[in-house]
């Protein structure tokens, strides 16, 4: 028999940053600043308008694959390649980018397959983080789909507030949303 593991919220370590008391902010994903010195190892990286990047940023927050591989597909894609403002990167086809960045594997192992996502009961609880943006439990345990996206790594969880629950289950990332959406609806819906 499996007994839940639960960390109390001062031992958790978050996707996003905080600071649990000691000044010293703790997260898994990069801040702005280290996205800045990654930005900077990419050949060009200089040619790119602060508000294109500040839009990377803000899609990926930060999250270490999906920052490598956006970037990736930037530098290598003729399409995106020149999408260095804003304004070009919003136009682009956004199949397009989804695509690129399905050939990619640090971004979308965490991510379900087209496969699992033609799962009712998976595609359902993805629909609803999609509809709510993120889906309010006490225990993960009480919803099966939901436990299985959470234990397979697909959503997230973050305390709704400041105690040990209930845990708001999340996409990483707007990438992450975006991308789900894509294999759910295509460029539709």
């Not at 308008?49 to 999250?63: E, I, K, P, Q, W």
């Amino acid at each position: 028999m499996n007994s839940p593991f639960r960390l109390r919220q001062e031992q958790n370590v978050s996707l996003f940053r905080k600071d649990f008391g000691d000044g010293i902010p703790v997260g898994l994903f990069f801040s702005r600043e280290e996205f800045n010195l990654l930005c900077a190892q990419y050949d060009n990286s200089d040619a790119f308008d602060a508000s294109f990047l500040r839009c990377v940023y803000d899609m990926t927050n930060g999250h270490v694959g999906a920052c490598c591989d956006m970037l990736r597909v930037i530098c290598n894609h003729s399409k995106f390649k020149h999408a260095i403002h804003l304004c070009d990167f919003q136009c682009s086809h956004t199949g397009e980018l989804m695509k690129n960045l399905n050939d990619l594997t640090l971004f979308t192992r965490g991510l379900p397959l087209r496969r699992e996502l033609q799962k009712t009961n998976i595609a359902d609880v993805f629909r609803k983080v999609l509809h709510d943006g993120g889906i309010v439990a006490q225990e993960v345990s009480e919803n099966l789909p939901l436990q299985e996206c959470f234990h397979r790594g697909w959503l997230h969880n973050e305390p709704v507030d400041d105690s040990d629950g209930p845990f708001a289950y999340i996409c990483a990332t707007p990438l992450h949303k975006h991308y789900v959406h894509w294999m759910l609806f295509g460029n539709s819906g």
